[in-house]
């Protein structure tokens, strides 16, 4: 089992950044790939980011591409989110989860997901 939990969430200008974290206990993160999501109001949870396992090969969504950079450190047992440039579109409950394998784009499935931190982005 696996617990994930994310933080760094908060409210920042447009334009400004943010450092997501997502944490994890009861087992370690290196023997999964993860990924980012994201679900604003109304709308569907969205694919951001993945991480391979070993942090060797990522993948972004488009509208991300160039301001958002994931990463890890299998040691920390962390994967981390750091989101610079952003907009008002980028406002939304923020998820990690954990897959089996690493997809360029979103898995079929996943095994663990986090509760989300909230990133707002004002205008």
């Known amino acids: 089992q696996v617990q994930l939990v994310e933080s760094g969430g908060g409210l920042v200008q447009a334009g400004g950044s943010l450092g997501l974290s997502c944490a994890a206990s009861?087992?370690?993160?290196?023997?999964?790939?993860m990924d980012w999501f994201r679900q604003a109001p109304g709308k569907e949870r969205e694919f951001v980011a993945a991480?391979?396992?070993?942090?060797?090969?990522?993948y972004y969504t488009n509208s991300v591409k160039g301001r958002f950079t994931i990463s890890r450190d299998n040691a920390k047992n962390t994967v981390y989110l750091q989101m610079n440039s952003l907009k008002p579109e980028d406002t939304a409950v923020y998820y990690c989860a954990a897959a089996r394998s690493f997809v360029p784009g979103p898995n079929l499935k996943y095994d663990y997901w986090g509760q989300g931190t909230q990133v707002t982005v004002s205008s």
């Open positions: 009861g087992r370690t993160l290196s023997t999964y790939a």
């Open positions: 991480i391979s396992r070993s942090g060797g090969s990522t």
